[in-house]
């Protein structure tokens, strides 16, 4: 997914010592002169304002800072010695940076209470307007929102999914036992049905050039057809919300991830198209399954023939049905024949054989 840059802001860090907030982009603490440690994290400032100055903008370019081998002390990109003891700065450890901190801040944020006298201060102030004592940290990033490539689905709570996975296997085990059992067949029966069509005008929707030829078109919206990373022409650009992600350098880079939807019509239609109306059925409880006859009618013709078959056995007390699959398999089913029949734990007949 394609990231857009919004552009950069200035983070803060507190400093371990004296606990005062500094604005990212010093390097030693205002209040007690302590260096940042290499340690230590950026955070977000209370209230986020993109950075317009043009020189910090290109210290921001340069990436993430450096720490002096020797002292510690933080130095920009590209320095050579340190700016507190003339080190030399060749093998300095490199800030890391990549670290999503949390989303834009650009909405005014409440203020902040100062936890020694409680009096309230803007949410980016440093230093308390009343005590002058170090105000707390920032608050904890918030989460991200991203856009969604796709509708989402919900996932179920792990323990109805448990339940469920639990019950097919139980219907798995209880349908793969069984016990055999000899069964006399006691009655049979069958039905046969043909579909009887007739074209009707029949309501449809579908994207305007998936519509068939012929059919009549309806009212047609714009709709996301599909996504994807690039502009194209009629495309609807949506971005997500935008958050800070850390430069190692006292500054975050402030981004936003987006998406073009390609929109296209979405059109109702009708088409005249073969529709059941009506069926006609034969049925009996004898071996000789038939198909029932169709009437002639130049406005209808035949579709498509459902055929059943039913098989009841005896077997001691109990009574057991099968289904035979075809026609053929049915006809070998003749009243009081003997069969083996393997049961599940259900009480289903999973299968037969002809008795020994």
């Known amino acids: ?17 004296c606990g005062t907030k500094n604005e990212g982009t010093r ?3 205002s ?23 043009k020189d910090l903008l290109a210290k921001v370019e340069k990436g993430p800072d450096v720490h002096c081998p020797w002292c510690g002390t933080r130095n920009p990109a590209g ?13 300095a450890t490199v800030r890391s940076q990549g670290e999503i901190l949390g989303a834009f801040k650009s909405e005014p944020q409440p203020d902040v209470k100062c936890s020694f006298c409680g009096t309230m201060n803007p949410a980016g102030a440093k230093k308390c307007s009343k005590c002058n004592s170090p105000l707390e940290s920032a608050p904890a990033p918030t989460t991200v929102a991203k856009p969604v490539a796709s509708k989402r689905i ?26 055999a059992t000899t069964g006399t067949v006691n009655a049979v029966s069958w039905q046969r049905s043909i579909d009887l069509l007739k074209p009707q005008p029949v309501q449809h929707e579908n994207w305007r050039d998936q519509i068939p030829s012929g059919a009549q078109v309806g009212s047609c919206t714009q709709k996301v057809r599909r996504t994807q990373d690039q502009p194209a022409q009629n495309a609807q650009k949506v971005c997500g919300t935008p958050y800070t992600i850390d430069q190692g350098n006292g500054t975050g880079k402030v981004v936003q991830d987006c998406k073009y939807n390609i929109m296209d019509s979405y059109c109702q239609y009708t088409a005249v198209e073969w529709v059941r109306v009506d069926a006609v059925v034969a049925k009996g409880s004898d071996l000789h399954p038939v198909w029932p006859t169709v009437i002639s009618d130049t406005s209808q013709r035949a579709g498509p023939t459902v055929e059943t078959y039913k098989v009841t056995f005896i077997a001691g007390d109990k009574t057991y049905t099968y289904s035979p699959h075809s026609a053929e398999e049915y006809a070998r089913f003749t009243p009081g024949s003997k069969w083996t029949l393997q049961i599940n734990a259900l009480g ?8 020994n």
């Not at 209040?31 to 100055?53: H, N, R, V, Y």
């Not at 010695?81 to 093998?91: I, M």
């Not at 996932?155 to 036992?177: E, T």
């Open 1 to 17: 997914m394609p990231q857009e840059t919004v552009g950069y802001v200035e983070l803060e860090w507190t400093c371990v010592h």
């Open 27 to 29: 390097q030693t603490c």
């Open 31 to 53: 209040g007690c002169g302590a260096p940042m440690s290499d340690s230590q994290k950026f955070q977000q400032a209370g209230q986020e304002t993109l950075i317009t100055d």
């Open 79 to 91: 320095a050579e010695k340190c700016s507190h003891c003339g080190g030399d700065l060749t093998g």
């Open 154 to 179: 919900g996932f179920l709570p792990i323990a109805v999914i448990a339940v469920l996975v639990v019950a097919c296997i139980s219907f798995l085990v209880l349908n793969a036992r069984t016990t």
């Open 348 to 355: 289903n007949v999973n299968s037969v054989q002809p008795a």
